[in-house]
């Protein structure tokens, strides 16, 4: 089939509509006859090709982006991971992070799979935008995880290099949200694996307890004050892997719910959702 006459506006206005490359714009155009419905077509074709053929391939690499509403009632959390690092690291890959999470606190989605069917724009849906982005980069790429959060105040925070991504909410609105960011870079550093101990699972306390009677069992401690000392260690568990009661990062001589009473003493954090690459 010999080349039909593309014109440069045309692969211009492509390229604006997908962020293909002008090669890939060009080549779309020709085999689509001008068409460019047909032209984005093949080119999300060809970006499930590539996502195809690489699906057993790892994206451990990519950006984290979190965003607050305008009334910092909402917040979003996203992950799009690529193959490799320097692709995350390329600003186009960035900037598409920034427009799903835009388009995320926008619709606040119930979950990944609403994320991914709302619309993008130029014809497609998030989802049509993240596997042609497939095509035009050569290597998988993914929205590898969504998470959305709302309070009477929600603060986000995003670690250097977009390596992770925290949203916080806060029981109260207010001139909070400096007091926000700080527990939200707490959670990014020590990592808790909830706001108190009434969010851990009865599953890991149980294991947790079960874990500080074999310790103290085989230091030859009497049988009778096992549950004493499992319930012991239980607490520094729970001081360690709490989000409330762990040590104030930026004062070690408060708890984070101290620090929060301190401001008002019935500020609080209702929850957090922490997204990390990898």
């Known amino acids: 089939m010999s080349e039909i006459k593309i014109s440069a506006a045309d692969v211009k206005k492509l390229r604006d509509q997908t962020g293909a490359g002008m090669m890939d714009c060009k080549k779309a155009l020709n085999e689509s006859g001008g068409d460019f419905e047909a032209a984005i077509a093949y ?28 009334d910092h009632k909402n917040g979003v959390v996203i992950k799009l991971s690529s193959e490799t690092d320097f692709v995350a690291k390329n600003q186009d890959f960035i900037d598409l992070a920034q427009e799903i999470a835009n388009i995320a606190i926008t619709n606040m989605p119930a979950d990944k ?13 998030v989802g049509d935008k993240v596997i042609e982005r497939s095509g035009v ?18 603060v986000s925070y995003i670690h250097m290099g977009f390596k992770a991504g925290v949203i916080l909410g806060l029981n109260k609105s207010g001139d909070f949200e400096q007091a926000g960011r700080d527990v939200a870079m707490q959670v990014a550093a020590m990592k808790p ?11 890991v306390v149980e294991k947790e307890i079960e874990i500080g009677k074999e310790q103290a069992r085989a230091q030859g401690k009497p049988e009778a004050m096992l549950e004493k000392i499992a319930m012991g260690k239980l607490g520094k568990f729970y001081k360690e892997n709490t989000l409330m009661n762990q040590v104030f990062v930026k004062d070690s001589k408060s708890t984070v719910a101290q620090y929060l009473q301190s401001l008002d003493k019935d500020l609080t954090v209702t929850d957090f959702k922490h997204v990390t690459l990898g």
């Open 43 to 70: 080119l999300r074709k060809k970006g499930q090709k590539v996502a195809n053929k690489r699906a057993d391939r790892e994206a451990k690499e990519g950006v984290v982006i979190a965003k607050v509403s305008g």
């Open 137 to 154: 980069i050569g290597e998988k790429i993914e929205l590898a995880n969504f998470e959305t959060l709302s309070a009477d105040m929600v």
């Open 193 to 203: 694996l909830a706001v108190d101990k009434d969010g851990i699972d009865s599953s």
């Open 113 to 125: 799979d609403a994320m991914l069917a709302l619309d993008f724009g130029g014809g497609m849906t």
